[in-house]
Nanobody
Framework: QVHLVESGGGLVQAGGSLRLSCAASGRTFSDYAMGWFRQAPGEAREFVASISWSSVSIYYSDSVKGRFTISRDNAKNTLYLQMNSLKPEDTAVYYC????????????????WGQGTQVTVSS
């Protein structure tokens, strides 16, 4: 089992940047593919980005491609999401998740989830 804790959310103006972190504990972090998802009020949970255990395979949603960067540091058991050029439509609770098999775009494939961190982008 792995325990995930997100941090780094907050309030930022449109065009600004934030860096989210996801600290993992428990089972070996490098065993897992990792993903970032987000959920706005009244909306379904949405794929943002995912990364394989080795960082060789990385995927982004079309809505964040070119603005967000996912990365991981297996030595520090930490996943990151650098978010630049933020837009009001990026406002959501952001979750990190762990999957033993594949950096899937589907939230249903993930085994473990953090509690989420709020990101609010003002216009």
């Amino acid at each position: 089992q792995v325990h995930l804790v997100e941090s780094g959310g907050g309030l930022v103006q449109a065009g600004g940047s934030l860096r989210l972190s996801c600290a993992a504990s428990g089972r070996t972090f490098s065993d897992y593919a990792m993903g970032w998802f987000r959920q706005a009020p009244g909306e379904a949970r949405e794929f943002v980005a995912s990364i394989s255990w080795s960082s060789v395979s990385i995927y982004y949603s079309d809505s964040v491609k070119g603005r967000f960067t996912i990365s991981r540091d297996n030595a520090k058991n930490t996943l990151y999401l650098q978010m630049n050029s933020l837009k009001p439509e990026d406002t959501a609770v952001y979750y990190c998740a762990a999957d033993l098999v594949f950096p899937s775009r589907s939230p249903g494939e993930y085994d473990y989830w953090g509690q989420g961190t709020q990101v609010t982008v003002s216009s």
